[in-house]
């Protein structure tokens, strides 16, 4: 069932001289379970849609669909949609308030209306699974440091069990051990409660990396939509609206030019060095 | 919520207002606000309202921008013409209904008031529409230096007004992302008492009260490391300067005021 949007546009000021039509006729559906990566230049749009998946931006035109059901409707509520379909926000460590990191995972849970106990334990079991040191959960958030307020922030949104789990660019700002260890949480995470993942990211490397479906945006369009694999084999239409393909996908389609392996597109490391041992063995 | 429109809400063209030194619109706006209370005959209501209709079409911003200025204001306008009608008695009665009654000159008096008004929004409107924020604050800063002779610290001042505009759309920028996070984590703004919805508003203050902070501190160490160390010998990257145009707006507008004083004191 999942996210469908039916044909959605979104214009920003409109009537004024900023006017911006940010998503132009967006129709697509984000399939129960999947790992979707959201890829598109600055300005194409990438945030403007994921807050129309959780209900923060109302379309101008066109539906969205939650298991078949408008999310527009009347007798929806988006309050409930609101935990349905979590979202972390780029920069989440800037939303933390509280007085303490487990208070403020707590907020979520909270606000769904569970028990104190049932929240604490949610909270709980969220900084577990984001590796945030236990000693930290008692102290204030805002002596952390950088990577440690991103993953108590996105515990804070893992807490209320979301169904689909949005993240615009979790990595952002955190060094290369920070931003691996933080993804590999997600990955983690995914599988073990069998969730839908939204990622934006700039980075080709993570998307091919995690991603079961690769969503680009252009200008407020789809302009692609397939496999890791479909869309970062065709490298050249990718470089036209200003993105790239991942780094081993540039390297074994440049061995390819020279001869070396005859393998289609390459998004993972391991099957790239597959290939290279494969042909060095045959030559 | 708005991004990329600074407070005052400029709109971009090219009309011979937009390209005026801001100490004349300044110096032009205090005229016409003058004006605006010394005109008393319908003559001088006649030319102010000239004025404004002249200077709105040279402007070249479209009438809807001057519509929406005056949206805030509706509420005092229409309270003020309600308060004059019924509350100004004269001679000549027009409606009476019980123990209202409605005379001419309150009539007279409400239209008048309501007319001030709307002339003071308008004409502060066409300055902030044809003059970005930090022309506006450079001219100040200007036509004020003279004070700095009296130990009045212009330029400090001035820099701190074109900061806080230069603030008004991050913060406001700031809060509406805080704000959709703090609702995508269930927060609930709208509904319960004054109280609940004041304790409500923790989740949103508190970030940003931290991140102006963080702001305010990234600003002062950005400054400092370009060495700024305020008005004294400090050159500016667009220097003001008066064109032939300005001299002319500059004797129209004396005209204009002297017109009124003399219409107030010879019709
Ligand atoms: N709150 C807003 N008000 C007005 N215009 C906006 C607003 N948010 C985004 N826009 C405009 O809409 C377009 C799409 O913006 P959006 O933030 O969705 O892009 P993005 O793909 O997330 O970019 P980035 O990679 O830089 O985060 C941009 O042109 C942007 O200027
Ligand atoms: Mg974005």
């Given at each position: 069932m999942g996210l469908e949007f039916r044909n959605v546009n979104h214009t920003y000021n409109p009537g004024t001289?900023?006017?911006?039509?940010?998503?132009?006729?967006?129709?697509?559906?984000?399939?129960?379970?999947?790992?979707?990566?959201?890829?598109?230049?600055?300005?194409?749009?990438?945030?403007?849609l994921i807050q129309h998946m959780n209900g923060l931006l109302k379309a101008d035109s066109g539906d969205i669909l939650y298991d078949g059901q408008s999310i527009y409707d009347k007798s929806y509520s988006m309050n409930q949609h609101h935990f349905k379909v979590g979202m972390v926000f780029q920069y989440p460590e800037h939303q933390l308030f509280e007085t303490t990191v487990l208070k403020d995972v707590c907020f979520g849970p909270g606000n769904m209306g569970l028990s104190e106990d049932e929240a604490v334990s949610r909270a709980k079991e969220a900084l577990k699974l984001v590796e945030l040191p236990e000693i930290y959960w008692d102290k204030s958030p805002f002596i952390l440091s950088g990577g440690q307020k991103r993953r108590a922030a996105i515990a804070g949104v893992i807490a209320m069990d979301p169904k689909i789990l949005i993240m615009d660019e979790p990595a952002a700002g955190l060094d290369p051990e920070g931003r691996d260890s933080i993804l590999e949480s997600i990955s983690m995470i995914r599988k073990e409660r069998g969730i839908t993942v939204v990622l934006v990211s700039h980075n080709m490397d993570d998307v091919a990396k995690y991603a079961t479906r690769v969503l680009v945006l252009n200008k407020g369009s789809i302009y692609m939509d397939g496999t890791p694999k479909e869309v970062f084999s065709r490298t050249k239409e990718l470089y036209d609206v200003g993105l790239s393909a991942p780094g081993i996908t540039v390297i074994t389609e440049r061995l390819k030019s020279l001869g070396i392996g005859e393998e289609d597109c390459m998004i993972s490391m391991d099957d790239a060095a597959d290939m290279i041992a494969k042909s060095l063995r045959k030559g | 919520m708005r991004r990329n429109i600074t407070i005052?809400?400029?709109?971009?063209?090219?009309?011979?207002?937009?390209?005026?030194?801001?100490?004349?619109?300044?110096?032009?706006?205090?005229?016409?606000?003058?004006?605006?209370?010394?005109?008393?005959?319908?003559?001088?209501?006649?030319?102010?309202?000239?004025?404004?209709?002249?200077?709105?079409?040279?402007?070249?911003?479209?009438?809807?921008?001057?519509?929406?200025?005056?949206?805030?204001?509706?509420?005092?306008?229409?309270?003020?013409?309600?308060?004059?009608?019924?509350?100004?008695?004269?001679?000549?009665?027009?409606?009476?209904?019980?123990?209202?009654?409605?005379?001419?000159?309150?009539?007279?008096?409400?239209?008048?008031?309501?007319?001030?008004?709307?002339?003071?929004?308008?004409?502060?409107?066409?300055?902030?529409?044809?003059?970005?924020?930090?022309?506006?604050?450079?001219?100040?800063?200007?036509?004020?230096?003279?004070?700095?002779?009296?130990?009045?610290?212009?330029?400090?001042?001035?820099?701190?007004?074109?900061?806080?505009?230069?603030?008004?759309?991050?913060?406001?920028?700031?809060?509406?992302?805080?704000?959709?996070?703090?609702?995508?984590?269930?927060?609930?703004?709208?509904?319960?008492?004054?109280?609940?919805?004041?304790?409500?508003?923790?989740?949103?203050?508190?970030?940003?009260?931290?991140?102006?902070?963080?702001?305010?501190?990234?600003?002062?160490?950005?400054?400092?490391?370009?060495?700024?160390?305020?008005?004294?010998?400090?050159?500016?990257?667009?220097?003001?300067?008066?064109?032939?145009?300005?001299?002319?707006?500059?004797?129209?507008?004396?005209?204009?005021?002297?017109?009124?004083?003399?219409?107030?004191?010879?019709?």
């Open positions: 001289t900023v006017e911006r039509h940010a998503l132009k006729d967006i129709s697509f559906t984000l399939e129960d379970g999947e790992y979707l990566g959201l890829i598109g230049h600055t300005g194409s749009g990438k945030s403007t | 005052g809400q400029y709109y971009p063209e090219n009309s011979i207002l937009h390209r005026l030194d801001p100490r004349v619109k300044l110096l032009g706006l205090i005229v016409f606000l003058v004006c605006v209370f010394l005109m008393d005959s319908y003559w001088s209501y006649g030319a102010v309202t000239a004025a404004v209709v002249i200077l709105v079409i040279i402007s070249r911003v479209p009438l809807r921008y001057f519509v929406r200025s005056l949206k805030p204001v509706f509420f005092i306008i229409i309270l003020t013409f309600i308060l004059n009608i019924f509350f100004t008695s004269g001679e000549e009665i027009l409606v009476k209904w019980g123990i209202i009654s409605i005379y001419k000159e309150g009539v007279i008096m409400a239209l008048k008031m309501s007319i001030r008004l709307i002339y003071l929004v308008l004409s502060s409107a066409l300055l902030t529409l044809t003059t970005t924020p930090n022309d506006i604050t450079d001219g100040m800063e200007k036509a004020l230096r003279p004070l700095n002779k009296i130990h009045v610290p212009i330029h400090e001042m001035t820099m701190m007004m074109t900061i806080a505009l230069r603030f008004i759309p991050i913060i406001s920028e700031e809060t509406d992302k805080i704000r959709k996070a703090q609702i995508s984590r269930g927060a609930d703004l709208e509904t319960g008492n004054i109280i609940k919805r004041a304790k409500n508003m923790v989740p949103i203050l508190v970030p940003l009260l931290v991140s102006s902070f963080r702001r305010a501190g990234d600003l002062a160490l950005a400054m400092d490391a370009r060495c700024y160390h305020g008005g004294e010998g400090r050159t500016k990257y667009k220097e003001l300067r008066y064109g032939k145009k300005d001299g002319i707006a500059y004797l129209m507008i004396l005209a204009f005021l002297a017109g009124i004083i003399l219409m107030r004191n010879f019709l």
